[in-house]
């Protein structure tokens, strides 16, 4: 792994010329297309997150957001190969869903992307000429249907699905608009162009049905289900400040007269000013979009109209202007607020609107009910503040504050904080920046423009240019470490100024080329140059010679960078590596893998090293720098990487690049984690400002304090007027209500005497109403009297038919059980038979497993003694073939050696003989022309001659001239035949040449290929036997510290025979220093010995007993294999036994499901039985002693019981029917099923 990091932690660009490049995620988060990718903002939080694109990529070209927001798609072009990305934005980060295959993609890129409503489809239009249309299942990766679209000219292409409708598809573009509607694979067209073809900007969904166009003759088109039903043209709109400068010269030239010579010469003036605007000034729709109450659209630059629904005819009238604003910092701050938009959103709420610019710009605006605004004039705001629009070229970091300097060629300065990821500062200036550089505090910088390089105070709120010297097109410049000086350079010459005197201290001289970069040491004591020339010179600065100089002259230096101890320069340039110089040469060379290094950045801690490229991409890579692809590579810019810089904590890495996009990165180590920082950083707070502005706030102040306290006395005094007027006013009401009072009491008085009359009239009529309802009670009683006695004869007529049917039902019951108890014997019988049947077979399935695997353990020891045998017979010939191949590989090499000889002669002499075919066929396409030309003539001639046949006789000689001529021709012609004929045969035996020549070509190369294959096998063998070599290389050096460790013995040995010699006079010492000898060393040698043939031993065992394990390893894998064949065999068996169990089971549950419903129906019989007896008693008793009301209840109660008998006896009619149907379906289907398991049994047995 690579052991730096980098996150991007916040992105400062938009890139351009995207569809659909900002759109809304929530109602406070905006994405927008930045750099190579994709940047997520939140509007008030401030947060920031870069999706990176994919490998390669040159950059966004086109975006669509779904309409849940949870899916973005991005078109990009890769290598030249258009990519679609599909991202799931609700994981963090955003993580790649689904990428579009490329073989189905149109030759060009997507132009313009569009989600369905329901998200499951993706549209893709390519721009004309060849237009297409491709509509994407993009979940499933599938292409649904495509389309070509055939436009006269090319242009902007916008598509979209309809707002609810998912089959419904819109197009527009120059010279069409078109609404398809998807079906079986096919997009079908809905609408008929009408009228002359119009260039289609821009389109947007209003309804379902309608669909407004913008126009780039500024025509604001509306169709309904691709009908036109509106149309309207929109005037070009002028800022409403220019509109009052207009009006204030139009006054001031009516008041005064301006003298003949002079107002001519304005007017000239004035006329030129107005037909340049005039050719700009035409209005056309460049962006459209749609929102609840209407439409917003951009006619003019630097404006966007607000369209609210009417009533009226016209439908959309406009309702608001909203304006860019006019930038107070740019050189021109008319020209800042004339932008042309290109996109406009609105959030989900509509509370805010963005628009994206051509300059690389992003405004927004809250959006409020034209119900409050009564302005019709508003103005857009920046989205956070304002961002290069061109190429960025310089960039560097200070130490005292955590601020970065940039400038770009569009001719801007910008000051940014890197921790609070904020613009501080902001200029623009008449001229192009071609490099800046920060003084060490951060209060000063070095601008180099294009006609001098000036010396900038940065102010509180402003830049002052202090200072200015005469170096023009100033391309680099740089603050030393110290501040107390600064380089700069003036063509191929390094000027060096002190920064407090600005004396030209020194002037360094040496480069032949344009100098490209320019580094200080950390002690200032040296300095670094490297130039076009490939040259790259270290300077002593007390000399101002050089120290040391790397030439390459193959190479263009773009960039360079120094270690903290400045002894190693890191330099890429125009020859794909990375280069490590140290001591007047290359020490080391990294490549780039097919991409250009553009710039390089090393921290002070020295362990890592960032290079920007070409693609814009950032590699971080450890130090020492790798030979292969060690490196971690982040997709970042969407041009080449001009400038890089890491901060003095080694905190942050810096980017900046060709886009105009500048990117902060946080620098974490291999593990993840950030950076240890030595020391704390604490950056100072100190500004600079200018002493005139601190007069003029300090007076504005004033100013404003005389102001408030004049206001002040104006409120008290308009306070006290108002508490006066509000005092009468109070004493008017409070009269008012009194009277108002007064007048309610009576009113109230009237409605209380009325209240008590209506009263005394509503008793009246109730008592009348009570005595009505009295004598309809007692006819009604004496009604119904009447029929409960005609209803109690009816009930007793039906007792007894009911006692009838009882006993029928009774007999039918007795019948049917016994009919069920003696197919319930037949059905035990049969399925007890059953049963010992599957026994029998289940046994005997057991006794055949047992014989199977008696088999199969037989097998497995005759296998192992096969193998061993044949292992045994496969090493004895393969040791033979390496020995064969050995000698031919030899004679092999020799004959390659011969064979490359005569390819490359073949291939010399196949070379000069294509060079005279092609002489030849130069020669045959010259003649050819010559035979074409007189062929023409001849024709000519003889129409002539035909036409003149009336005036033969006048021109006789003429024409036997004529004839002359043409015989001369003839042969002429003749000739050239001959030749012709002959040059068609040198070639065919050239031709024929060159075929056995491509014959042998053939062969060799098919003898070629036998060589490479020969030549891996090899290079097989050279592997093994280097294998061997490193082998017998450890044992080497085994036995030479051996060697060592027994010179060290005898060494030691020596020294202390030495010592017990100088005990020759004491014996007895003489006698112990010998032992000690002995003990000593005597035993240790024998204890080495016999530890080297344990060593020797164990190795050999070592052996044996890995290439048994490979073998029992081997063995192990085939028996596993028998097991499973067995074991699966065995789980059928167990599997159909199984299902035979469940059958049984299952029988034997319905045998008792059908003993408990008879019990239910015993039980029924019973209780019925008993109801009717009951009833039989009750009725007559309590008939003859309840009164009529009594009676009533009980002709109700035998009502009810009647009808539960009758749905009784139906219930059990149905159950009888189903129980006959059952049983004389069961027989049938058990005598089906025992056949079926019989068979599966038997296939059992047999497999």
């Not at 351009?16 to 190579?36: K, T, W």
């Not at 043939?1093 to 028998?1122: F, I, P, W």
Request: hydrophobic letters at 35%.
């Amino acid at each position: 792994m690579a052991a730096a990091a980098a996150q991007p932690v916040a992105v400062f660009g938009c890139r351009p010329r995207v569809a659909g490049g900002v759109c809304f995620l929530e109602d406070r988060v905006v994405l927008h297309a930045a750099g190579a990718g994709c940047l997520r903002l939140h509007l008030e939080q401030k947060w920031r997150q870069f999706i990176p694109g994919t490998e390669r990529s040159r950059g966004v070209r086109a975006l669509a957001v779904s309409p849940n927001r949870r899916y973005l798609a991005v078109s990009e072009a890769v290598a030249e190969r258009p990519v679609l990305t599909v991202y799931e934005l609700s994981s963090v980060p955003a993580r790649r869903r689904r990428t579009l295959d490329a073989a189905e993609l149109p030759a060009q890129e997507a132009v313009s992307l569009a989600f369905s409503a329901d998200c499951r489809y993706l549209a893709a239009a390519a721009a004309p000429p060849e237009g297409h249309l491709a509509v994407w299942l993009w979940e499933k990766q599938r292409l649904m249907a495509a389309l070509r679209l055939q436009a006269p000219g090319s242009g902007v292409c916008q598509v979209s699905f309809g707002p609810q409708d998912n089959a419904q598809v819109c197009i527009t573009g120059n010279g069409f608009f078109k609404l398809f509607k998807y079906s079986e694979g096919t997009l079908k067209q809905m609408n008929l162009q009408k009228g002359e073809p119009q260039n289609y900007l821009c389109h947007a969904w209003l309804s379902e049905k309608e669909v407004i166009c913008g126009t780039d003759t500024g025509k604001l088109i509306l169709f309904e289900t691709g009908e036109l039903r509106w149309e309207t043209s929109v005037e070009y709109k002028k800022p409403p400040r220019e509109l009052e400068e207009d009006a204030t010269t139009e006054e001031y030239e009516s008041l005064y007269a301006l003298p003949a010579c002079i107002s001519s010469d304005v007017s000239c003036g004035l006329a030129s000013e107005d037909n340049g605007s005039q050719q700009n000034a035409l209005p056309q729709i460049s962006a459209v979009a749609a929102y609840s109450k209407g439409f917003a659209c951009s006619s003019s630059p630097g404006v966007v109209l607000l369209f609210e629904k009417t009533k009226e005819k016209e439908i959309y009238k406009e309702s608001q202007e909203i304006w860019l604003p006019q930038d107070v910092f740019s050189s021109e701050p008319k020209k800042s607020g004339r932008q042309d938009i290109l996109c406009i959103c609105f959030s989900p709420s509509e509370e805010t609107m963005v628009v994206n610019t051509n300059k690389n710009q992003l405004y927004m605006f809250t959006m409020l009910s034209t119900d409050l605004v009564k302005e019709k004039v508003a103005y857009f705001a920046y989205l956070n503040f304002p961002l290069h629009s061109a190429s960025v070229t310089g960039l560097d970091i200070c130490i005292w504050k955590p601020v970065l300097a940039t400038c770009s060629l569009d001719r801007s300065v910008r000051i940014w904080n890197y921790k609070t990821k904020t613009l501080e500062l902001y200029k623009e200036y008449r001229e192009e920046a071609y490099t800046v550089s920060l003084h060490p505090t951060g209060l000063f910088c070095l601008v180099g423009f294009s006609d001098k390089l000036r010396f900038i105070s940065l102010l509180y709120e402003d830049m002052h240019v202090f200072k200015e010297f005469a170096v023009r097109k100033c391309r680099e410049c740089a603050f030393s470490n110290g501040g107390h000086l600064f380089a700069a350079v003036n063509g191929n010459v390094i000027q060096i100024y002190s920064s407090i005197t600005f004396e030209n201290i020194n002037n360094l001289k040496g480069h032949s080329g344009k100098i490209h970069a320019v580094k200080w040491s950390a002690d200032d004591a040296k300095f670094v140059s490297c130039d076009t020339r490939g040259a790259v010179y270290e300077w002593n600065l007390l000399t101002g010679e050089r120290e040391s100089e790397c030439v390459l002259k193959s190479c263009i230096y773009s960039s360079i960078a120094l270690s903290s101890d400045a002894k190693i320069i890191f330099a890429v340039g125009s020859d794909q590596t990375l280069k490590e110089i140290s001591e007047s040469s290359i020490q080391h060379e990294v490549p780039a893998f097919d991409v250009v290094y553009t710039a390089v950045a090393v921290p002070h801690s020295g362990h890592m090293v960032f290079v920007g490229t070409s693609l814009g991409t950032i590699r971080a890579m450890k130090y020492p720098l790798p030979l292969t692809k060690d490196f971690n590579e982040y997709q970042a810019h969407a041009g080449a990487v001009t400038k890089m810089s890491i901060t003095s904590d080694d905190q942050f890495l810096l980017t900046a690049s060709e886009d105009g996009s500048i990117f902060i990165w946080k620098v974490y180590d291999k593990e993840g984690g950030i950076l240890k920082q030595e020391k704390e950083v604490e950056y100072a707070e100190e500004v600079l400002i200018m002493r005139s502005d601190i007069e003029e706030k300090s007076q504005a102040m004033l100013d404003l304090q005389i102001r408030v306290k004049e206001l002040q006395t104006e409120n008290d005094y308009q306070l006290c007027l108002k508490d006066m007027y509000c005092n009468e006013k109070i004493k008017e009401l409070e009269e008012n209500f009194t009277q108002e009072i007064g007048s309610l009491k009576t009113k109230h008085q009237i409605l209380q005497a009325e209240k008590e009359k209506q009263e005394l009239q509503h008793q009246f009529q109730l008592s009348e109403l009570m005595d009505k309802q009295a004598r309809e009670v007692q006819q009604l009683e004496s009604d119904s009297n009447q029929k409960l006695l005609m209803e109690n004869e009816k009930y007793q007529e039906l007792q007894v038919k009911s006692q009838r049917m009882q006993e029928e039902y009774e007999t039918q019951l007795h019948n049917l059980e016994e009919n069920k108890s003696r197919a319930m014997k037949e059905l035990t019988e049969y399925y007890e038979e059953k049963l010992n049947e599957k026994s029998i077979l289940v046994a005997e399935a057991e006794e055949s497993m047992r014989q199977q695997l008696q088999a199969h353990e037989e097998i497995t020891k005759q296998i192992e003694e096969d193998e061993d045998r044949e292992i045994l017979e496969i090493k004895i010939k393969f040791e033979r073939r390496l020995l064969e191949e050995k000698e031919s590989n030899l004679q092999l090499k020799g004959e390659i050696g011969l064979m490359n000889k005569r390819l490359n002669s073949l291939q010399k002499e196949l070379k000069d003989r294509n060079r005279d075919i092609e002489e030849m066929r130069m020669e045959e396409q010259k003649l050819q022309g010559i035979i074409e030309s007189l062929e023409k003539f001849i024709l000519a001639l003889k129409t002539e001659i035909q036409e003149r046949a009336d005036t033969i006789q006048d021109e006789e000689k003429h024409i036997y001239d004529l004839k002359m001529k043409n015989q001369g021709l003839e042969k002429f012609k003749f000739v050239l035949d001959y030749r012709i004929e002959e040059f068609k045969k040198q070639i065919e035996s050239r031709e024929n040449d060159i075929k056995t020549m491509k014959e042998q070509i053939r062969e060799m190369e098919g003898e070629l290929e036998r060589f490479h294959k020969e030549s891996t096998q090899l290079k097989l063998n050279i592997t093994q036997l280097q294998q061997k070599l490193k082998a017998t290389d450890h044992e080497m050096h085994r036995e030479r510290q051996k060697k060592q460790n027994m010179e060290t013995l005898i060494k030691r040995f020596k020294r202390d025979l030495h010592n017990c010699v100088g005990f020759i006079q004491d014996s007895k010492k003489m006698k112990d220093g010998i032992r000690e000898l002995y003990t000593k060393y005597v035993q240790q040698s024998d204890a080495v010995e016999t530890e080297a043939v344990d060593t020797n031993l164990q190795q050999e065992y070592m052996r044996q007993r890995e290439y048994l394990e490979r073998n029992l390893a081997a063995l192990k894998k085939k028996v596993v294999k028998d097991q499973e064949i067995h074991q699966v065999a065995y789980i059928r068996i167990v599997q159909e036994n199984v299902s035979l169990i469940k059958e049984i089971n299952d029988l034997r549950q319905e045998l008792k499901m059908a003993h408990t419903q008879v019990h239910d129906l015993r039980s029924t019989l019973r209780l019925t039985k008993k109801k009717q007896a009951i009833q039989d008693t009750a009725p007559s008793s309590e008939l003859l002693s309840s009164p009529a009301v009594l009676r009533l209840n009980a002709e109700k109660e035998s009502e009810k019981i009647i009808e539960m008998q009758r749905l009784e006896i139906q219930y059990l009619r149905d159950q009888l029917q189903e129980k006959q149907q059952v049983l004389a379906v069961q027989p049938l289907v058990d005598g089906n099923l025992s056949r079926l398991n019989l068979e599966r049994s038997h296939k059992t047995q047999q497999q």
